[in-house]
């Protein structure tokens, strides 16, 4: 990272990994020198960045099926958590894999053309990513504070609309400008022109100043706006409900029992809009914490010259990185402090496992037809698992064995159907068969 001292423009050299920063003769230091990193530190990069690309891929699709597979999980948030798992799979995809090569390699060897696709898919699925957490915060504020309008708001269409605005808006920062040429200068593509192998991401105040505004401080400042009324209102409505718990304890008449099972519902629904505000602030507290240190560094130094800011290119690529793990984090997230994502989750999990060990022959137990308590599993009821042993029902089990456990089981029904265990009546004991014979002995 330098910048341009006679333009003053921003070179983000974490989109290579070569040090590069223009000087005054008009060549770069990257022409100059390239030092290629020790064997030990290019495989230790390589394992933490597969590491990190892996589990974002397999932790967003594993949201992105858990919501599909379990009915109690499609609610109208979720639809735009799977929005941001696929954004976020994306991010690991195409914007991860393209840095981790040049990080790992020490150079771009994937042309001139692909330079600027690969440029434009960062900032663009980044982008998109960010802008999903600001509609989960809109959500999420309509939801608690606007209980009563919330099912007329946030309809279907308007969902949509609120998706596809996320989706499309990003592409006017990124494919527009960067193709266009309207985020550098003239300078720095004839340079990259002369030199196709070299992929440094060149940015002028102008569209560093827009871009980082439209990425993430404005749609910063619209979340923390947004939990800021939530928390209000939920330490607002805890009172309350607290208040009126003391007065519908007190009522014994129908009416009043009545009133407290009102008062239980709704305290219910309540606590699950709060649990699920309280997952997503996590959300967004980990997405500023993640962001803020790369956005603070590429406006700073968009607005001040290279006499007045250096910074090692280590950390530069540090924080690239810190900004990419976002989208490794929340379905960690999901996981580790919504129930119903773990319990899905977990579901998930044991039918790939039990669909393996069928294919093993080994004996795998259905455990979701009722949950840890006793009752109905919180995900509800879903078919019989097929994974049952296979040698209980071969095709080579014998008559006679077949005959022996259909007499056992038909006995351990006979008792289990009898009232309080008792042992089922014998035909001598039978009452129309003690008639019966009565009548035949007269």
Known sequence: MAQDPVTGNLTIAASTALATATTPSGTTEAEAVVIPDPIYVSILKGLVMTSIILTSIFGNLLVIISVSRFR?????????????????????LVAMGFNASVQISGRWIFGYRMCDVWNSFDVYFCTVSILHLC??????????????DYHRMMTGKKVAIMLALAWILPAFISFLPIFMGWYTTSEHLQERAAN??????????????????????????????????????ADRQER??????????????????????????????????????????????????CWLPFFTWYVTMSLCGVEHCQCPDIVVDVLFWIGYFNSTLNPIIYAYFNVDFRQAFKRTLEDVFCSTCCKARFSCRDPYEVSAGGGPHP??????????????????????????FLSVHNGLSSKKNSPLGEKPPTPSQDPESQNAAASTSL
């Open 72 to 92: 109690k999980l499609r609610i109208i948030t979720n639809y735009f958590v799977v929005s941001l798992a696929f954004a976020d799979m994306l991010v690991a």
């Open 135 to 148: 509609c989960i915060s809109v959500d999420r504020y309509l939801a608690i504070v606007k209980p009563l």
């Open 196 to 233: 196709v192998n070299m992929c440094v991401f060149v940015v002028n105040q102008v569209y560093g100043i827009i871009s980082s505004s439209v990425s993430f401080w404005i749609p910063t400042v619209i979340m923390v706006c947004m939990y800021g009324r939530i928390f209000v209102e």
């Open 240 to 289: 309350m409900l607290y208040r009126n718990s003391l007065f519908l304890t007190a009522m014994v008449t129908l009416d009043g029992l009545a009133g407290q099972a009102m008062k239980g519902r709704s305290l219910h629904k309540m606590k699950r809009e709060h649990k699920a505000a309280k997952t997503l602030g996590i959300i967004m507290s980990a997405f500023i914490i």
């Open 379 to 404: 995900l509800g009821r879903r078919r019989s698992s097929s994974c049952e042993n296979p040698a209980k029902f071969s095709r080579k089990t014998s008559f006679i064995d077949m005959k022996e």
